[in-house]
């Protein structure tokens, strides 16, 4: 009688397990513009977690061309490669110092300014 409980028991939990794996989604990280856009501005006003940035900067976009783009640009400012400004850690909460936050702000106007300029229509 125990063996048909144990068996009974182990058999449910691996039909919920199969079903899950079945029907479930993968962990994707797609982050949209706007999303990128508020990481960036909150390079400046320190509500960019570094785990947050360090997820944007370390993990390609390949939904969205133009934003990888982006964020190859910033990967290169924080590894230090083929860009005029080198980054430095901040002070006080700060991802960045002064002029590592002057070139992410940069990068943050254009960001804007894609954005607003960007097609309305979608492809399918």
């Known amino acids: ?31 949209d513009r706007e999303y990128v856009l ?16 360090s997820l944007f900067i370390h993990t390609p976009i390949s939904h969205d061309t133009e934003l990888e ?24 909460g700060y991802l960045y110092d002064l002029q590592g936050r002057s070139y992410i702000k940069q990068l943050t106007a254009e960001l804007e300014e894609f954005i607003r300029n960007a097609p309305l229509s979608v492809d399918f």
């Open 1 to 31: 009688m125990e063996f048909v409980v144990v068996f009974l028991v182990s058999l449910s939990i691996l039909i919920l397990l199969v079903a899950g794996l079945l029907f479930g989604r993968p962990p994707v990280y797609r982050p």
């Open 38 to 53: 508020k990481l960036m501005q909150g390079v400046e006003d320190r509500s960019t977690t570094e785990q947050a940035w």
């Open 69 to 92: 783009l982006f964020r190859r640009r910033c990967y290169q400012f924080d590894q230090g490669e083929e860009c005029p400004v080198t980054a430095r850690p901040g002070l006080h």
